[in-house]
T-cell receptor, first 116, second 114 residues
Framework: DQQVKQNSPSLSVQEGRISILNCDYT??????FLWYKKYPAEGPTFLIS?????DKNEDGRFTVFLNKSAKHLSLHIVPSQPGDSAVYFC???????????????FGAGTQVVVTP | SQTIHQWPATLVQPVGSPLSLECTVE??????LYWYRQAAGRGLQLLFY??????ISSEVPQNLSASRPQDRQFILSSKKLLLSDSGFYLC?????????????FGDGTRLSIL
């Protein structure tokens, strides 16, 4: 049961433009959402997160938007740079409890290619 | 600062052979530790997590097991590997119990079963 979905397997964007990555989730119990960036043969690197009490969180060129009613989050990268070419994963977790504590559900990832 | 080490980086093993992958974390105490697997073209699937020495929770029934013999050491094992065990294995850590915190990943082990 895929509770976190990234429906776009790939995205191509020109350098300097905005990259918009989308993620949908089905479990209304999720209250913490994260984006990770992954280069080939490396582990994912944490980028940015958002709690369900917010609808926007910004960190430099990265902004995450959360629409709880639509169960949708997005990551905006502005401006896109060639070094942003990587696979981006969204992830979500429920509030910590003794049996669901700390577990992240990941989407399948979106491959971003930033062209000059 | 905290660092996480995984080894080996790549491993080729025959079907039926045993497996031991090791992960250690430095710069923090009592971390939460995780093992994930990423199959080709798919997201990360949580295999095991641990909140303390000797405490292991398994997420999916499988051919693998995990152990945490020391506070910052997490080991993934198998007695007899299957072809379906091929994949990219990632160890991760986080801190905290009362609130959600990001997990931080090692560089992974690429496991190929022949």
């Amino acid at each position: 049961d895929q509770q976190v979905k990234q429906n776009s397997p790939s995205l191509s964007v020109q350098e300097g433009r905005i990259s918009i990555l989308n993620c949908d989730y089905t479990n209304s119990m999720f209250d913490y959402f994260l984006w990770y960036k992954k280069y080939p043969a490396e582990g994912p690197t944490f980028l940015i997160s958002i709690s369900s009490i917010k609808d926007k969180n910004e960190d430099g060129r990265f902004t995450v938007f959360l629409n709880k009613s639509a169960k949708h989050l997005s990551l905006h990268i502005v401006p896109s740079q060639p070094g942003d070419s990587a696979v981006y994963f969204c992830a979500a977790s429920k509030p910590p409890t003794t049996d669901s504590w700390g577990k992240l559900q990941f989407g399948a990832g979106t491959q971003v290619v930033v062209t000059p | 600062s905290q660092t996480i080490h995984q080894w080996p980086a790549t491993l080729v093993q025959p079907v039926g052979s045993p497996l031991s992958l090791e992960c250690t974390v430095e710069g923090t105490s009592n971390p939460n530790l995780y093992w994930y697997r990423q199959a080709a073209g798919r997201g990360l699937q949580l295999l095991f997590y641990s909140v303390g020495i000797g405490q292991i929770s398994s997420e999916v029934p499988q051919n693998l097991s995990a152990s945490r013999p020391q506070d910052r050491q997490f080991i993934l094992s198998s007695k007899k590997l299957l072809l379906s065990d091929s994949g990219f294995y990632l160890c991760a850590w986080s801190v905290g119990r009362s609130s959600n915190q990001p997990q931080h990943f090692g560089d992974g082990t690429r496991l190929s079963i022949l």
